[in-house]
Structures are given as C-alpha cells and as structure tokens.
C-alpha cells in the first residue's frame, strides 16, 4: 500500500468564484466572530471563557473553570484556522494575538508538559483517569493539530514546543509507563500523525498507533474504568461500546457504527497510519469500512449518522430524511478519511466522496452570510415540526446562530481555509489533480507550476495552465457521474478513454511553459435512485447535476409536500443566475401538484395539475424564508 | 344541550364472532395474568407489589413501598375489568378474591377516608402536595371508577362505600376547605361524574366541576407548587403546561394539545359535565377540541398522539407514521370522549369515530393471542429501525408482553370487558345502535328486547330482532362511509334516506314480537387519500373496507417499500379466510414492484413490474413474523 501513495499537496491558492467567497467569509467573519466569543466579547452569545480558564489555570487570574470538559480544544481550533488563515491573507495584527494566546497556552502548561485547564483548575479529578468522557487526548489533539498547522503556516515553533511536550509526556505515560486506556474521544490519532509528518519522529506515529491497537481489547478499558471510577461528567457508560468504535480491536470492525464523527476521525488516523506503515490489516479493515459507508450507509449529499441518538451510523440503509442526524462535522470527517484512502491509492471513488461531501454536506453547514450555521443537515424539513417536535428537534429549517457546543462552525473554519491542501496531490510520477476549484499550485519537487481556471461546478470546463518544464503523469479526476467529455492538450483533441486508470485519466508528457490541457465535463442534469432497500427513499428521484445535488425550496414552489416529479420528467438546466443565492445555475423540472377536497381523509383522489418545479444546489439551501 | 341527551344503555350481552373472542380472551387470559402480575407471581415478569403495597399500608406487613407513584392504579384497574368481566361471566372465585381484595383496601384506608399507599407508607411525603407529579387524584380517580363499576356489575356497595368516603375526603379538602390545585393526571373527574351518576349526590359533580374549572387558572397553581416543592418524582416541571393540559382555562382550549391520554380523559369529563350541566359554553369548547382532533389530528385508525416524546398531540396535519406515538390507551380514552359526546347530541360523527378507533387503533393492541400488546400502534414499522432506533424505538414492530408501566393491557381489559355499554343507547323516544356488533339489549323502559346478529365487519348485513311490544323510534347508524345501502321492515323495503337524520336512520313504529329489520351496508373496498396537508401522506394511498383499515405484512407480500399502488389499480375482495388471523376478509390490490440495480445511488431508475399486494386488516398485523 504505502509504496503507492501520494502526498496531498499544501500550497494552493484558491482562486475560485465559490470558494474564495467562502474562505473569506471564513477568513473575514467566522474567525473573528470565534475570536469574539472565545474572548467573551459577543453580546447575548453563550459565555465560552476560554481564554479565562487558561488564565486561571495559568495562575493568572482568579475563579473556576467554566465549560464543556473539553472547552479547550475551541481555542485550538480557532488557532488552527487562523494557521490556514494566515497563509492565505497575512495579517500581523491577527498573527501577533494568536502568539499571545500560545504563550498564554505555554505559561498554563505545568512543568511536566501537561496542559489542560479543566484538570489543572479542578485539581480534585486525577489526571487520565476518566478518559471515555473527560476529553483529555481529543483536546491534546486539537492542540497537537493546531501546532502542526501554525508552524507549517508560520514556520514558528512556539505552539509545536508546547504540543511537543504534551505529546511527550503522554508518550511516556502511555507506552513508556504502559498505562492502559486509549481516548473516549478520538482526535488525537490523527492528530499525532500529522506531528509525526512534520518531525519524522517515530514515536508520535507509534504512538497513534498504540492508542488504535489498545481500542477494543479485551479485558476492555472502558468497562475497567467504569467500575472504577468514583466520578463522572455525563453518567456511567449504559452504552454498548460501540458509541465510541471501542466494541472490537480495530482491525475487526468491518461497519461503520457509533458516533460518526468519532467513527470518521478514528478511520483517518487508521488509513494514515496504514499508509506510513504498509500494514495489509490494517488498510483493509480502512477499505471494508469505507465501502461500507459509502455504498451502505451515506446519503446522497455524503452525509452520515443516520439519528440524533449519540450522533451515530445506525444500520445499512437505514437512511432517513427527516430524522437524520448528518452532522457538518461529520461530512468534514469523511472528507479526511476520504483524502486518506486518496493517498495511499489514488482512485477517483474517494475523491467522488470528498467532492460529493464538499458540495453537498460541508458547504450547506454554513449560511451564505457566514453567520449561521446547521450542525444537522435534513433532506426534508418541514416547517413546524423540525427543529420543533422531538424526533425532528435537531433537525433544523434553518440555521441558528452558533451553538454553545461550538464544534462544527470552527470546522468548517479550519475546513474551508485549508481547503487547498484537498486540491492537488502528488508523488515521485505523477500530480493529481482531486478538486476542480480555481487555483494555482506549484510544485518545487517537479518544478512547475499549474493555474486551474474553471466556473466549477456551474459549468464543466476545466483549463489547466502550465509553466515550467518537467516530464510527469498529470492525472486529473473524472468523476463517477461524467458521460460525456471532451479533453484537449493545447489544440489537439484527446482520446481520453485510453488515459483512464481508476477514475483518473493520466497524461504524460514533458509539460511546459504555454502547455494548456482543457476539460469539458458534461454535467448532465439527471435523475438519481436510491437502491430499494432505502425505504426512505422508495419511489422518489433526487435531481442532480455535476457534483451537486440539487433541493426545491417553497420560497420558488409553493408547499412542497404536494408536488412530485414523474417518471417521464425532463430537467431543463436554467441560465445562471448571478443574483440567486451569491450566483447558482437552477434547474427547473416538470411536476405535478396534487390538490385535495379539504377533509383529513376523503375517497377523492387528489386533483393532479401541470406544474414546474424550480430547484436550487442544496447548499445553498434555508438562505431564504423558512420552507 | 342538556334535553337531547341519551344514555349509554348498559345492559348488553355481546353475541359476537369477533368481539365475543376478545370478550374471551380479557377475561381468560388478559384478567388472570394481570392478577398474577399483581400478586408477583409471574416468573420473569416485572415486580409489581401492587397487594405487598396495600399490606404494608395496612400495617399487616413490614416493608417498603415499590413501584411507580400510581402503582395503586393497577389494582383499580384490574378490579375494575373484573367487574365487567363479572358481569359477562359470573366466577364467585374470582368475585371472592375481588372482595378480599376490596377489604385489604378498606384495611389500607385511614381513618379520615385517605387512601394512597404511596403516601400511607413514605410518610415523608405530604399529601396532595405534589398534584403535579403524584397521581394521589388519579388514583382515585381509578378507584372510584372500579366501585361504579363493582356495585353495577355486583350491587355490592363494599368499594363503593371506600371510594365514597375517599372522594368525600376530597371534597373537603379541596371544595369546602378551598386548597387550591387539581390532578397533574387527569382521570378523577370523569370518575366522579361516574359516581354522580350512581348515587346522584351533587358534590361528586360539583367536586368534577371544581377540578375542571380551576385548571388552567391564573396565577397557576403548578408553578407555585412547583417554586414551593423541596422534592419531585421525575422532576421539577421545564415544561409549559400544555403537557396536562392546564396551559389555560378549559373552555378557552381551542387546540388538542399535550400528553394525549390526559386530554382526552379530561375533554371526556369535560362532556359529561356539560351533559348534565347544559353549559354551552363548556359544550363548545368539547366541540372545538372534538373538531381540532377529527379534522386535523387523527390518524386514519383514529389513533391520536403524533410524538412519543410526552406522548402527546403536536400540530394540525402533522401525523408520522412511523414516529407516530398513538396509544393504546389514548385510542380508548378517544372512545370514552366520544360516548360522551354522543350522549349529549346523536350525530353519527361521534360514533363513526368510535368505531374507527375500536377496529383500528384498540383492538390493534392486543395481539389475537391476548398474550401480547401494543402501547403503540404505528402505520409505518421497519424490521431493525422500528422499536430499535432512537426516534422509533416506542414505535415496536412486535407486541411486546407486558410493560413495566402497566397502562395499556388493563386499559385494553376494562374496556372490552365493558364493550357492551357502547353498543346502544335511548332517551324517552328513541333507541340508538351506535356499533354493529352481534348482541342482545333489553330495555325494560321501552319493555323490548333488541337482537343484533351480524357478521360485520366482514359482511355488511344487520339483522335486528324485534320482542315485546313498545312504540319508540328506532335509530340506527349509517356509518359516513356508505354509499350504498338497503333496508327492509319484515318483508318491506324501505326508503331510507327518508329516515336519515345527523346519520342516524330512524324508524318509528309500535315494534312488536317478530319484527324484523335488516340492514344492508355496501362494505364498498376503497381507496382514501389523507388531505394534501398531511406531508406524512403525500402521494400515498390507504385502503379500508367497512370500517376497517386495511394493511399489508411482509408475511404476505415480501419486502414492502418495494411496492407502490398505482392510481388505477382496482382493489378486490377476497373470500372471507377462516384460518388466516382468526378469520379475516383479506383484499387484494393491483401494485408495481420495483427493483434497483444494487447501488445505494443510481441513474438508473429501478425496473417496474406487476404485483398483486394482499392487504388485512390492521388491526391484524403483527401476529406473524415481523415485517
């Protein structure tokens, strides 16, 4: 496995009409409206108190501990996006607060690395000893993950000395003391491979590896630390230990249960440690999972966790619409684990997921106005009863403010301004082209440099520019859905079929300076099935077109309840729109709308009527009136 | 409203294929393991300590009490099936134990009338002091209906005499001495109009009337108890009072909302009071609220209650059918409102929905075995998602055997064991046939004898007999449903749509021995659309037959989201079936099978083909495999 992987590579620059308005929308509101909160600036907002309870753990100020157990990992969090946020748009002023929170990290960090304002203000809890629920490892993580990003973004080591020692010392708890237990929460696994990527220290990846082999032996950890244990934050485990993936060692898990956001995190540590090791076991345990997912258990946005209970998978094809959980987090998640799979074998199925998750189930998380955003993503949402009645309560119509367990705005934060690291990847041979987003690479080992111009995904052209002069593969992806093409290197048409090799068409040639290669993907407006074992599913069509699933809004259509798209239906693509939802191609399709006679139950067959149906891309999605 | 009024006639013997079995099996099997539950001596079940609780309270045993806070209840309820159960079926061993029974509750009794052996044993804990949470009222409530209907069925006056110097201990408390407050669980006051109606006394109405008219009331009576309690059961309220109904002043209620069982048991005493009264204000507002559930929040089996979470109404149109909470118990407690209101006015409309709860959403509850029963009946249920996941686990795809919290099995008892009294009723002119169930009624006002033989629902013939000699007008429903119909006086024909009025075909005439009348409802198989506003039910389709809902089981027809019932397809009645589910008349319905092409997403639309589908009748279902 390892011997064909590929690097993902980390300097692009987005150029790209979508995405440049959502990274600044990251850049230029999420970022200093997290900065606000974390600081308790925000009027009306939940207090967070995080920069007050490193304070006082720093012994700077007085008071107690205030927050989630896990608050902590909100300030890692912001750290990391400001790390991707600085290399996109250097900002002094921003860069000079973010090392004062560091150091203001560094002077609560206690002598023997330890750092964790939960237990060092709350003394009385003994350090490591609730680790199902006390989040110490997960926040471990963040930190270790922001580290990793502020020193690759900044080249400054202050947070990777700090994310060092704390590693360090859990090194030597874990495996040098050979203290039993793994995280409640996992984060911290593919976090230490990210420290391992950037030191080539061994220990921080054996010791991701240590904490995914220990998870689900038996005698199992968590039942020991149950009975043990004389105190609690949320309550004794009545789980199974499914919830947190720790029912089975790894490598035999062969579905994708429990929490999913746990679950997601866990596979992309797996899946970078397979592919730094080459263990067969390993990566296989990584493929029988991801195909579970994806041809059992994801929804057709790439959304997952089919119920609000414990936010979890539930059974294959068990896939509601209303109920669904399908959290941001969760899709962003998948997209890790995806990228993963992509670079220990480059196949155009993860990427199909990663662009499929991208469009339809990251990027709706987040208001076109960067201000509110959805921690569930519905299919069908109802006035009136989501988000209000209690099966249908987390499902919102629309997408609040912020959340006091503020997991998936700052996400999505980190998520869109490191977006360019999903773009491009590349080894020895070849370059990769994963994402059609506007955007400029350049890659110093190959010496060249590659200018993508697309209008992606309103329109299917792709044109590559070159500069430079280097004889590699460039191989770009052509994704599940495409039919039709059509690929010109500078005036020549291409036989593309010839160049397909697992979704990716290769071409080799010594490319330089003036070379263009131009992609024109149809993107075909079409009609999607779901299998029938989806009962959620039974007789209805989705509409999709290019990587986009498309939704219908009662803001264009009057109560949709009413309306259904028949078997016979032709899509008709609409002119882009410029004005609609910040510019989006709508689709219309024909309908028929169904009348009744007014009673709550009648013999008269509903009167059927000729209508059409406007549909929209559904990110872009709850941006209007509820409905 | 009060002059109109008829009365439920109370002395019918039930002569019936169907309900002559269930009749049975309450009596047989469902009566006999309830008292062996209650005297702990089923292995495996769930303790119930209901008599160990009666024996301590009574000082004749040492211990503590067990059980939920309304766990009295199951022994009133339990006496109270027995009393009908005696009624049908003399047993003096079981009549013997009921006394014995009853005079372990008058040993339990204090001095002052109170009897609670919750209360009685946790002597912490003040009387009436948490109406809210502790059914002290709702007990009593249960007690008092089980001496109305001991005395009735026994004219012992054992139980009727505790209950009466409970209920006078009440008044005291609450009327003359003027403490404020009123059951959390409503249930009392029909109680005490059932006692009213017994021993005519007027402060069992006045105390009815008291409870209902200080619900609701500003400032509110549970917030101050609420802010005054130092010790809850389940815990302080965070609810608005919607919950029990008490959110404001009943005759400004205009919506069904709240905890289904407790509204409807209080818009039942709420009828009955204004039956007596003639208050028309309290009059219309049981009309608005009969209106707002038939029109808008009734499922199609009459069930009510669209979310488990308070198992409780929610809003106009909107009924799951798979989330669905639609108990047992609320489907009775519907019964019970519409007895009363038909009491007061007779418009078919109350006793069209009495019988589609009956057949579809009560007797659904009981397995065919009378071994199993639904709390829940849901109209959607997937073998693996239904009672398994979170927001469809009360929604069990099986009857389970008995629940830990006992409402549903001896709510089913009582209420088939009393099936009887819903049958008839007459005022000074007229006898009423509400249900078309095979029976025998005597009036000894109008000196006539009436027997009803049928083979309804499965067939649409009713035959009445005629003895005794009496000039009344005979009234029997047409049920909304019909179209088609025939009568015949002896050998005459008769126009009967001279004789419709508010759905009831009268007939006046000296009836004499030997007179005939026959019946002839057109069963008439049919399709019925829910209103375009039900989203739960768009595009779909429900079938009946009579006054019977009809299902389809995957025992039947294999896997069911495969298959649809296109438009024109004809339904066909199918002979009447002697084994299948202890006789039934199954249909059978033209449908197109789908099958995809095994992938979770496709653009291939899944192939069509021909089925038939087999539908039985609902309340049926689930006593085979599950599915």
Redesign the interface.
Known sequence: MKNNSSTSYQNVKINDRLFTAYQKLAIGTVIPYQEAVLRDEVAGAEKSHVFANFRIAAGEAEGEFYGFVFQDSDLYKWLEAVSYSLKINPDPALSKRADEAISLIGRAQQPDGYINTYFIINKQYERFANLREAHELYCAGHMIEAAAAYFEATGKRNLLEIARKKADLIYEIFVKQNKPGYPGHQEIELALMRLYYITKEAKYRNLAEHFINERGKQPHYFDDENARLDWVIWGKSNDDNRYNQSHLPVREQKEAAGHAVRAVYMYTAMAGIAGETGEKELYDACETLWMNI???R?Y?TGAIG?????EAF??D??L?ND?IYGETCASIGLAFFAKKMLEIKPDSKYADVMERVLYNSIISGMSLSGTNFFYCNPLEA?P??SG????YFHAKPQRPEWYACACCPPNLARFLTSLGDYLFAENEKTIFSHLFIGSIMESRAKNIKITLETDYPNQGILTYRFSGNSEFDFAFRVPD?VKNMSLMLNRSQIDYESCLKNGYCYINKRWADGDILTVNFDLQA??????????AN??KT?VMRGPLVYCAEEADNG?L??L?IP?YAKIKVLDYDKDLLNGVVPLSVEAIR???D?????????AESGATLKLIPYYAWANREEG
Do not use: C
């Open positions: 994806t041809e059992k994801m057709l089919s119920t609000a209970f414990s539930t059974g094809y068990d509601p109920t109802e009136g009863v209000v009645t209690h099966s859905w079409r009609k999607i099935y779901a299998s029938d074992k989806v009962r039974s007789g989705a109560k309840q009413n259904f078997r169904i009348t009744s007014g009673n709550l139950y009648s013999e008269t067959p509903p």
